[in-house]
């Protein structure tokens, strides 16, 4: 068998093959159709500092290729989290990353700091499409000064792995990175949903509650590879591929766009499994191409 061990900073993985935020619940949902131990990681729902009810139904409208979303980060809040969910997934064998939220900096900032006293969650990832409550709303992860402000914030409370999930809904993703590296982020998982819409045309209105979501599934995978491929050659911190994953093939195009490991999200509505098979697939490619370690293809694409 292939090597399918890496590293995320100081963070070790089993296998590159991680679930993404939102579409995995906490793990706990799946335990009874996935061996959870089998997993390089699962990244939890998004959790904020204080509770959210999340937008008003319909929030979810099914696209060609992929689905829109508007769930708007319903959780109920990071103390919560600590004393009810993590007892329940701190002795799950895998890495248990938490996805933090918030509507400023020092929201950010603080709810990383309490995830940081659980000595089981080994990393974080920061999800700055969020919007800036102190700036009109625009999200935080579409320009390089709001990233940077967040990355700041929580990596002076935060002393574990910082991975910060980048926007798509940019100019130019390669300065996003650049930036939150500078301020001391350990990787980059990219990318997050695409802005979308879908209209009812007999009812003549959009088919989710608050006009727009959130676009994930194949439909996005060309669009995540560009992004994936531009950011690997932009900065020296490992990147994790998402967007669109529903295969190995599909992991693997990854990996040589220079992803070091990837998140499988909207696939594992279709099928629970689908990690899994995506790991043993993986392994059986690398076989097949006399490959010794999944690192051995990682960036191979000029």
């Given at each position: 068998?292939?090597?399918?061990?890496?590293?995320?900073?100081?963070?070790?993985?089993?296998?590159?093959?991680?679930?993404?935020?939102?579409?995995f619940?906490?793990?706990?949902?799946?335990?009874?159709?996935?061996?959870?131990?089998?997993?390089?990681?699962?990244?939890?729902?998004?959790?904020?500092?204080?509770?959210?009810?999340g937008?008003?139904?319909?929030?979810?409208?099914?696209?060609?290729s992929?689905?829109?979303?508007?769930?708007?980060?319903?959780?109920k809040?990071?103390?919560?989290?600590?004393?009810?969910?993590?007892?329940?997934?701190?002795?799950?064998?895998?890495?248990?990353?938490?996805?933090?939220?918030?509507?400023?900096?020092?929201?950010?900032?603080?709810?990383?700091?309490?995830?940081?006293?659980?000595?089981?969650?080994?990393?974080?990832?920061?999800?700055?499409?969020?919007?800036?409550?102190?700036?009109?709303?625009?999200?935080?992860?579409?320009?390089?000064?709001?990233?940077?402000?967040?990355?700041?914030?929580?990596?002076?409370?935060?002393?574990?792995?910082?991975?910060?999930?980048?926007?798509?809904?940019?100019?130019?993703?390669a300065?996003?990175?650049?930036?939150?590296?500078?301020?001391?982020?350990?990787?980059?998982?990219?990318?997050?949903?695409?802005?979308?819409?879908?209209?009812?045309?007999?009812?003549?209105?959009?088919?989710?509650?608050?006009?727009?979501?959130?676009?994930?599934?194949?439909?996005?995978?060309?669009?995540?590879?560009?992004?994936?491929?531009?950011?690997?050659?932009?900065?020296?911190?490992?990147?994790?591929?998402?967007?669109?994953?529903?295969?190995?093939?599909?992991?693997?195009?990854?990996?040589?766009?220079?992803?070091?490991?990837?998140?499988?999200?909207?696939?594992?509505?279709?099928?629970?499994?689908?990690?899994?098979?995506?790991?043993?697939?993986?392994?059986?490619?690398?076989?097949?191409?006399?490959?010794?370690?999944?690192?051995?293809?990682v960036?191979?694409?000029?």
């Amino acid at each position: 068998m292939a090597e399918l061990r890496v590293n995320i900073g100081s963070l070790s993985l089993k296998n590159p093959v991680m679930t993404a935020s939102g579409t995995f619940g906490y793990g706990l949902e799946f335990q009874d159709l996935v061996p959870l131990d089998a997993l390089g990681g699962i990244i939890v729902k998004g959790t904020t500092l204080k509770p959210r009810e999340g937008n008003d139904y319909p929030r979810m409208a099914e696209t060609a290729s992929g689905m829109l979303n508007c769930v708007g980060l319903q959780n109920k809040g990071v103390d919560y989290f600590c004393e009810h969910i993590y007892p329940q997934i701190k002795d799950i064998d895998t890495n248990m990353i938490v996805n933090v939220s918030g509507s400023s900096p020092e929201d950010y900032a603080e709810c990383a700091a309490r995830i940081d006293a659980l000595e089981r969650i080994p990393a974080i990832e920061l999800n700055i499409s969020c919007p800036n409550v102190k700036d009109g709303g625009m999200a935080f992860g579409v320009t390089c000064q709001g990233a940077a402000s967040v990355v700041k914030a929580v990596r002076a409370r935060y002393h574990k792995t910082l991975i910060v999930k980048l926007s798509p809904n940019v100019t130019d993703i390669a300065d996003i990175a650049r930036a939150v590296e500078a301020e001391g982020a350990d990787s980059v998982s990219l990318i997050n949903t695409l802005m979308g819409m879908a209209i009812d045309i007999e009812r003549r209105r959009s088919l989710l509650s608050i006009g727009t979501g959130g676009l994930s599934g194949p439909a996005v995978k060309p669009v995540a590879l560009r992004m994936v491929w531009q950011v690997a050659k932009a900065v020296r911190i490992p990147v994790i591929g998402l967007g669109g994953i529903c295969t190995a093939e599909d992991a693997i195009a990854f990996f040589m766009a220079g992803a070091t490991a990837i998140e499988i999200g909207t696939a594992n509505f279709l099928d629970p499994t689908v990690s899994v098979k995506v790991r043993d697939g993986i392994n059986t490619w690398l076989d097949q191409h006399g490959c010794q370690s999944v690192c051995d293809i990682v960036g191979c694409i000029a």
